[in-house]
């Protein structure tokens, strides 16, 4: 599954933007929500995603929370109507709380992990979470290279999902395009968060198609 990250798209444009990559089988689209304080960056506010699901109720609104005021920022994402909410392991000392408030108010419950960060502190969550985001560059700013650190990375989630007997879909966010999906798909990746190879390198159509045909 691809799912572009509308960071990258023409904000002027977005309602245009998301159509067009729906219209060409894009069915789930990543929302980067920046604190400024977990992350030095700020982006969207809950108004977005209100916005999006009553604009286009059939698509998935996957929401990538990087803020470290959860008490704050999770309710609002509830409440404005997010289908996922991934969350950083690195932003909490109650991670499992949250994966099960989430639950609780009927919204999936995602981990994300930033690059430096070991992939064994994953292994306590794992019976309670919904998918698990890589993230392949520093989290707060599109357009990074791509960490190769990261099939690695995906690979040994992978085996430690297998080892204990779940089914979990990995995603990859960050210096998605159409060689790097190859090696995260490989490693064990099912989900890949593409922004800017999708909405600032080409017709939206053509990439999308470009990044099908390498991970297929």
Same mark, same amino acid.
């Given at each position: 599954?691809?799912?572009?990250?509308?960071?990258?798209?023409?904000?002027?444009?977005?309602?245009?933007?998301?159509?067009?990559?729906?219209?060409?089988?894009?069915?789930?689209?990543?929302?980067?929500?920046?604190?400024?304080?977990?992350?030095?960056?700020?982006?969207?506010?809950?108004?977005?995603?209100?916005?999006?699901?009553?604009?286009?109720?059939?698509?998935?609104?996957?929401?990538?929370?990087?803020? /470290? +005021? *959860?008490?704050?920022? #999770?309710?609002?994402?509830?409440?404005?109507?997010?289908?996922? !909410?991934?969350?950083?392991? %690195? @932003?909490?000392?109650?991670?499992?709380?949250?994966?099960?408030?989430?639950?609780?108010?009927?919204?999936?419950?995602?981990?994300?992990?930033?690059?430096?960060?070991?992939?064994?502190?994953?292994?306590?969550?794992?019976?309670?979470?919904?998918?698990?985001?890589?993230?392949?560059?520093?989290?707060?700013?599109?357009?990074?290279?791509?960490?190769?650190?990261?099939?690695?990375?995906?690979?040994?989630?992978?085996?430690?999902?297998?080892? /204990? +007997? *779940?089914?979990?879909? #990995?995603?990859?966010?960050?210096?998605?395009?159409?060689?790097? !999906?190859?090696?995260?798909? %490989? @490693?064990?990746?099912?989900?890949?968060?593409?922004?800017?190879?999708?909405?600032?390198?080409?017709?939206?159509?053509?990439?999308?198609?470009?990044?099908?045909?390498?991970?297929?």
């Amino acid at each position: 599954m691809i799912a572009p990250s509308i960071l990258n798209a023409n904000n002027m444009k977005l309602g245009e933007e998301i159509q067009e990559a729906a219209d060409n089988g894009i069915t789930r689209f990543h929302l980067d929500i920046m604190d400024g304080h977990f992350v030095p960056n700020l982006s969207y506010g809950p108004e977005l995603v209100s916005a999006f699901k009553k604009e286009f109720p059939k698509l998935t609104a996957e929401v990538h929370l990087m803020s /470290n +005021n *959860l008490p704050v920022t #999770i309710p609002l994402f509830v409440e404005a109507g997010a289908d996922l !909410i991934e969350f950083h392991l %690195e @932003a909490t000392d109650k991670v499992e709380e949250w994966l099960d408030y989430l639950h609780a108010h009927h919204v999936k419950a995602g981990l994300a992990i930033s690059p430096e960060t070991p992939v064994e502190e994953l292994q306590l969550y794992l019976n309670k979470v919904d998918q698990i985001l890589v993230m392949s560059v520093k989290p707060g700013f599109g357009g990074q290279s791509f960490n190769e650190k990261t099939p690695a990375r995906v690979k040994r989630i992978y085996q430690m999902i297998k080892e /204990n +007997n *779940l089914e979990i879909p #990995i995603e990859v966010d960050g210096g998605i395009d159409d060689q790097t !999906i190859k090696q995260v798909k %490989e @490693a064990g990746a099912k989900i890949f968060v593409a922004g800017s190879y999708i909405f600032k390198k080409g017709p939206i159509k053509q990439q999308i198609q470009k990044l099908e045909k390498a991970a297929n």
